[in-house]
């Protein structure tokens, strides 16, 4: 390979010695749903001309993977509904030709997988993460307010036919779904899927009040543990949860808990918008334009650059909090304006 120019030559490390070895990079804001957690129910979209490019989105993408990161994942809003995201998908495998990048990713709501599942897999894509909070239909048009669960059950098994390995990703919500968790792990595992759990986040106007959604994972496992016998396991995917087996399926689940147990201290993860805006932490509102010094040259110095300038500001940890006294989210954009 080739010796990297001077200004990829040493990787990206942030004032508390991490390494930043994976990015998440939210290509759209847009979704099919309207999850209760996540959006309004009437959102306001930004306008086209704000999104970076495909084009845009490569050259961000490959200018990390310059600087060290190992690991990409593509975020929405809903990645898929992003008109012919698969030409970027496809262009990014190249970094995984190369060996450059170890896994390249995404998330997704599955509503549009059965039509993209076999090309993601033919474009390098091996791994993906599935949001589904509930396995009753009637349930999950009340979450979502406007997906159909068939039509995401259908994705799912059109992506492991592909040969897609899956992970469900579970908002726990209080009284909403806390009845149903253990019958989604029983129900991902039988399909050979993990399965994480996930605190709801402090982020964005949601209309309504977080305190009534809240339900903290410490409960939850230590009613997974009552039924099942649970043993803490040293497996990591790159992200943030703490996994454990569970004896009686064989299979994983995974608890992310930014509320009850935050993981700021491994931190090693950063995002972008789909408007080139640079967040060192999902936690904060500190933020880096990257959209403007893309634009300024077709090179790539001025945007390494700034992203190494902005690093140089990443924060030990976040300042979620959900109580009563403070009915405000912590931060007030959205999940999927920074990516989920």
Request: one cysteine or more; a neutral charge; glycine letters at 8%.
């Amino acid at each position: 390979m080739d010796a990297l120019p001077n200004m990829f030559q040493s990787p990206l490390v942030d004032p508390f010695a991490r390494p930043i070895t994976y990015l998440r990079v939210s290509v759209t804001d847009r979704c099919d749903f309207r999850c209760v957690y996540c959006m309004s129910e009437h959102m306001t979209f930004l306008p086209k001309r704000d999104l970076l490019s495909l084009e845009e989105l490569d050259r961000l993408c490959s200018a990390f993977v310059g600087l060290g990161v190992r690991k990409l994942r593509l975020t929405g809003g809903e990645p898929l509904v992003r008109r012919n995201l698969m030409t970027l998908i496809r262009s990014l495998g190249r970094h995984l030709d190369s060996g450059a990048l170890e896994e390249l990713t995404l998330t997704t709501n599955g509503s549009q997988l059965a039509t993209h599942a076999a090309d993601l897999y033919a474009a390098g894509v091996r791994r993906i993460n599935v949001s589904l909070d509930t396995l009753d239909p009637a349930k999950f048009k009340a979450v979502t307010r406007w997906g159909d669960l068939s039509q995401v059950l259908g994705g799912v098994d059109a992506a492991l036919a592909a040969g897609l390995k899956i992970k469900i990703n579970t908002v726990a919500l209080k009284d909403v779904n806390e009845d149903e968790i253990a019958g989604i792990a029983e129900w991902a595992h039988g399909k050979g899927m993990d399965l994480s759990l996930i605190e709801t986040m402090p982020l964005g106007d949601i209309e309504g009040d977080r305190t009534d959604q809240y339900l903290p994972l410490s409960l939850v496992r230590a009613r997974l543990a009552s039924r099942w016998s649970l043993q803490d396991i040293p497996y990591k995917t790159g992200g943030p949860a703490r996994y454990v087996r569970v004896a009686e399926t064989g299979g994983r689940i995974g608890f992310i808990t930014p509320m009850t147990h935050n993981f700021c201290e491994s931190c090693n993860r950063v995002r972008v918008t789909c408007t080139g805006t640079l967040y060192m932490c999902l936690g904060q509102d500190d933020a880096a334009d990257l959209r403007a010094p893309l634009r300024a040259s077709e090179g790539d110095e001025r945007l390494v650059e700034a992203i190494r300038e902005a690093i140089t500001r990443k924060p030990k940890g976040h300042d979620f909090i959900i109580d009563r006294k403070n009915a405000r989210p912590a931060v007030a954009r959205h999940m999927s304006t920074t990516g989920g």
